[in-house]
C-alpha cells in the first residue's frame, strides 16, 4: 500500500552502497547535458536562460520519485517548449513580467491535468494522438524550432511574422543586409565540437564541452560589446528621427489599449442593459480602436526595422568617449575601432540619454544567484480558460512523448510501467516545478538515453541530477555570463535532428496509406499554421477521428469461400469462386448503430446478386461487440432473409454478444438450432439440404463440408 502512493519506496530494496555510486555517477552525468540544454530551451519557450535552470531543479527529482520509470529523465524539452511559446505569444510579450507568469500558470495547468487523468485511470486517452499526427507534428516542430534559431546564429534581429515562414524570410533578409560573423563562426564552431564528439567518443559529454570552450573563449576575445550613450554621440540625422517616430509609436500604443479596455467596459454594460444604440455606438468605437492600434504597430514595426538596419563604426574621440557614424559616412581623418555598432531596440520606448549600442554578439548574461521562491502561481480565471486547450495539447504531447521514452527503456530494462502512475509522476512535477517558477516539462529522449548508458538503476539519479542544478543556481551563475547565445541555438538544433522522422513518413504509408496521408497533413498544416501549432495537432486528430469513424461505420464485410490451403477467405480478394446456394458473410467489427444498416445493405446486395441462393450464414467471429441496434437489425434481417425464402444462420457468435443476444430473446426468434460455434460445423449442418436436387457441378465448400 505505501509503494503504490510512494512509488520511490520500492527503490531501496536491495539497495546498496555501490548501487548508489552509479546512480550518483549518472546522475550527475545527466546534469552536465541538462544545464546547458535547460537554458536553451527556455529561450525556446521565449523565456530568460535561467528559467530553463528552474524547470530543471524541482521537475526531475518529482517525476522520478512519483512515476513508475526508473531512468526517465524529466526536464525541459524541445517540443514542449515550443508549444509553451505558441501558446503564451497571443498573451503577452516573449520575457516580460507577464509572459513569465502565463509560463509559470500553464505549467500547473498542464501538471494539474496530467495528474487528475492519471488518478482517474484514463491514460488511455493520449490514443487520440495517434502515431502518423505525432510524426507528422514532431518532424515539422523540429524543423520550426531548428529554423527559429537561424537568427541567433546570424546574429540578426527582426520581429516576428504572423506565420513562421514570414519570420524566417525576415530572418533571410536581415542576414544578407547583416551577418554578425563572430556570432556565426561561434555557433558553427558548437555545431562541430557536438557533431564530432558525439562521432568519435559518445560517453564525452559533448554539450558541455562546447559550452564550456566557447564560454572561456567569448570570455577571452571579449565577444560581447556593449556601450551606453547620449544621443548626441550618435552621428547621424536619421537616427534621432527614427528615435523619435519609435518613442512616440511605442507611447502611443498602451494608451490605445487603455482606450479599448474602457471601450469593451461599455460595450459589456450596454449589452447587459440590453442598449441596442449604446452596443452599436460601441462597437463602433471599438473597430476605430482596432484599426488604430493595427496602425500604430505596424509604424513601430516600421521605424523598429529601421533603427536596427542602420550600422555604425566607433570612432574614439581625443576625450576617449565613443561617437558612432554611419558605415559610410566616416570622416577622413577619423580612425574607426572597425566594429559593427547597432542601436539596441526592443519593445520598449529607448532612452535618448542611454542609449545601448552593441558591436559584439550577443550572451546569456547575468544569471540571478540563487534558488527560485517556492509561491503559487496566481490564478486568473480569464487567462486559464484562454490558455486550456493548449494546455490539454502539450499535457498530451508531453505525456505521449514521456512514455514512449520510458516503454523504449522497459524493454532493455524488463521493468514494469504504470502509464497511469507516470501521468500522476509527470503531474506532480509540473505542480512542484509551477511552484519552483518552472514552465512546464516532460520526459526528454536524449537525456533519458544518457541515464541509461550510464547505468542508472533507479530514479535516484534524477535526484542527483537536481542537487546538481542546485549547486549551479546556488555558487556557478556567474561563469555562465559569457555563453554565446548563438551556442545555445545551436545546442537546441543538434538536439531536434533526433526528431525528424523521415521514414516515419514511408511506415506510415505501407501500413495503410490513409495513415501515410495524415501524417503528411499534419506535417504542412504544423509548418504552414506555425507559430499557431495547435491548428496542425488539431487538424491531424480531427482527420485520424474521421478516418476512425468512416472506418466504423463501413466495416469490412467479405463473402467467404475455400482456399487451396482449405481455409475459408474472402473471395473477392483471392479471386475464389463462390457456392450458389449458400453465402458465408463474414462481419469484421462491433455491430452497432452507426453501422448496423451497412450490413443490411450488403446482406441485401448479395440476396439481389445471387438468384439461387438458399441460406445465408452471418460469420460472427470478428463482431466482438453489439448494441441495441445491432440487435434489432439482425432481428430485421431474419425477418426478412426469411419472407424472401432463403434462411439464415449464425456462426461463431462470441460470449459477449450472445449474452446480448439471449437477453433480447433473439435465439427463440431465429432458432436454438440456428446458432453454431463455427464456420464448418454450420456448412456441415445446411450443405445436403441447400444442395439437393441443385445444379452446382463443383461446390467451394464440399472440401469444407467433408473435413468438418
Not at 485511470?121 to 523540429?142: D, Y
Not at 509540473?430 to 514552465?439: E, M, R, V
Not at 431465429?670 to 464456420?679: A, F, P, Q, R, V
Amino acid at each position: 500500500m505505501l509503494t503504490r502512493f510512494f512509488p520511490f519506496l520500492a527503490w531501496f530494496r536491495n539497495y546498496g552502497l555501490n548501487t548508489l555510486r552509479i546512480d550518483a555517477i549518472s546522475g550527475l552525468t545527466v546534469a552536465l547535458v541538462l544545464i546547458p540544454q535547460s537554458m536553451a530551451y527556455a529561450q525556446l519557450a521565449g523565456l530568460p536562460a535561467y528559467y530553463g535552470l528552474y524547470a530543471a531543479f524541482l521537475p526531475p527529482m518529482v517525476a522520478a520519485l512519483f512515476g513508475s520509470s526508473r531512468q526517465l529523465a524529466t526536464g525541459p524539452v524541445a517540443v514542449v517548449s515550443l508549444m509553451t511559446a505558441a501558446s503564451l505569444e497571443p498573451l503577452a510579450t516573449a520575457g516580460s513580467e507577464g509572459y513569465i507568469a502565463y509560463a509559470i500558470t500553464l505549467a500547473l495547468m498542464v501538471g494539474g491535468f496530467q495528474f487528475i487523468l492519471g488518478v482517474l485511470r484514463l491514460g488511455l486517452v493520449v490514443n487520440f494522438l495517434s502515431h502518423p499526427v505525432v510524426n507528422g507534428f514532431t518532424t515539422a516542430a523540429a524543423l520550426i524550432i531548428a529554423s527559429s534559431q537561424l537568427s541567433k546564429m546570424f546574429g540578426v534581429y527582426v520581429d516576428k511574422g504572423e506565420h513562421h515562414y514570414e519570420t524566417i524570410i525576415r530572418v533571410i533578409q536581415a542576414a544578407f543586409h547583416y551577418t554578425h560573423w563572430p556570432t556565426l563562426i561561434m555557433g558553427i564552431f558548437a555545431f562541430a565540437i557536438m557533431y564530432g564528439l558525439r562521432r568519435i567518443s559518445p560517453k564525452i559529454p559533448n554539450v558541455l564541452v562546447a559550452v564550456a570552450l566557447t564560454t572561456i573563449i567569448s570570455w577571452a576575445i571579449g565577444f560581447q560589446q556593449n556601450a551606453t550613450v547620449n544621443i548626441s554621440a550618435i552621428e547621424s540625422l536619421k537616427a534621432p528621427r527614427a528615435l523619435e517616430n519609435f518613442n512616440k509609436s511605442v507611447n502611443t500604443l498602451p494608451l490605445l489599449a487603455e482606450e479599448r479596455s474602457e471601450v469593451n467596459k461599455t460595450l459589456d454594460k450596454a449589452s447587459s442593459g440590453h442598449d441596442i444604440v449604446g452596443v452599436l455606438d460601441a462597437e463602433h468605437d471599438s473597430n476605430v480602436l482596432e484599426i488604430n492600434i493595427e496602425r500604430i504597430k505596424k509604424d513601430i514595426y516600421t521605424y523598429r526595422t529601421e533603427l536596427r538596419d542602420m550600422l555604425f563604426e566607433g570612432v574614439r574621440s581625443e576625450d576617449g568617449s565613443l561617437h558612432f557614424y554611419p558605415k559610410d559616412e566616416i570622416p577622413d581623418q577619423a580612425d574607426g575601432d572597425g566594429r559593427t555598432w547597432r542601436i539596441k531596440v526592443g519593445n520598449k520606448p529607448l532612452r535618448t540619454d542611454k542609449l545601448l549600442m552593441t558591436g559584439g554578439g550577443a550572451v546569456v548574461g547575468t544569471i540571478p544567484r540563487g534558488l527560485p521562491s517556492l509561491t503559487m502561481p496566481e490564478i486568473n480565471l480569464r487567462v486559464i480558460l484562454h490558455m486550456f486547450p493548449f494546455a490539454a495539447i502539450i499535457s498530451l504531447l508531453g505525456f505521449m512523448e514521456a512514455i514512449s521514452i520510458a516503454k523504449a527503456m522497459a524493454a532493455k530494462t524488463g521493468q514494469r510501467l504504470d502509464p497511469n502512475q507516470e501521468l500522476i509522476g509527470q503531474g506532480l512535477a509540473n505542480i512542484c516545478g509551477a511552484i519552483g517558477k518552472s514552465y512546464p516539462t516532460s520526459g526528454s529522449f536524449s537525456r533519458s538515453a544518457v541515464n541509461l548508458q550510464a547505468g542508472a538503476i533507479s530514479g535516484l539519479s534524477s535526484v542527483f541530477t537536481s542537487l546538481a542544478v542546485v549547486i549551479v543556481l546556488l555558487f556557478f551563475t556567474p561563469l555562465l555570463y559569457h555563453l554565446p547565445q548563438s551556442v545555445l541555438a545551436a545546442v537546441i538544433m543538434m538536439a531536434v535532428l533526433g526528431l525528424i522522422n523521415v521514414s516515419g513518413f514511408i511506415h506510415a504509408w505501407k501500413a495503410q496509406w490513409y495513415d501515410g496521408t495524415i501524417a503528411i497533413i499534419s506535417f504542412i498544416s504544423t509548418l504552414v499554421f506555425a507559430p499557431h501549432l495547435d491548428k496542425g495537432i488539431t487538424i491531424g486528430v480531427v482527420l485520424s477521428l474521421l478516418v476512425f469513424l468512416y472506418k466504423s461505420m463501413r466495416p469490412s464485410v467479405a463473402t467467404l469461400s475455400r482456399a487451396e490451403d482449405h481455409a475459408l477467405r474472402d473471395s473477392m480478394q483471392h479471386g475464389l469462386k463462390e457456392c450458389n446456394y449458400i453465402s458465408m458473410v463474414r462481419f469484421d467489427g462491433p455491430l452497432f448503430f452507426a453501422n448496423a444498416s451497412y450490413l443490411e445493405d450488403q446482406v441485401a446486395d448479395i440476396m439481389l446478386n445471387k438468384k439461387d441462393l438458399k441460406h445465408i450464414v452471418i460469420v460472427s467471429n470478428g463482431i466482438n461487440d453489439i448494441d441495441a441496434s445491432g440487435e434489432e437489425v439482425l432481428s430485421l434481417l431474419v425477418d426478412r432473409v426469411r419472407s424472401a425464402g432463403i434462411d439464415i444462420s449464425l456462426s461463431g457468435v462470441n460470449e459477449s454478444v450472445i449474452k446480448v443476444l439471449k437477453r433480447t430473446h433473439f435465439p427463440e426468434k431465429i432458432g436454438e438450432d440456428h446458432i453454431y460455434s463455427t464456420m464448418e460445423k454450420a456448412i456441415s449442418a445446411i450443405y445436403n439440404e441447400t444442395h439437393m436436387d441443385g445444379r452446382e457441378e463443383t461446390c467451394p465448400l464440399m472440401t469444407v463440408c467433408h473435413l468438418a
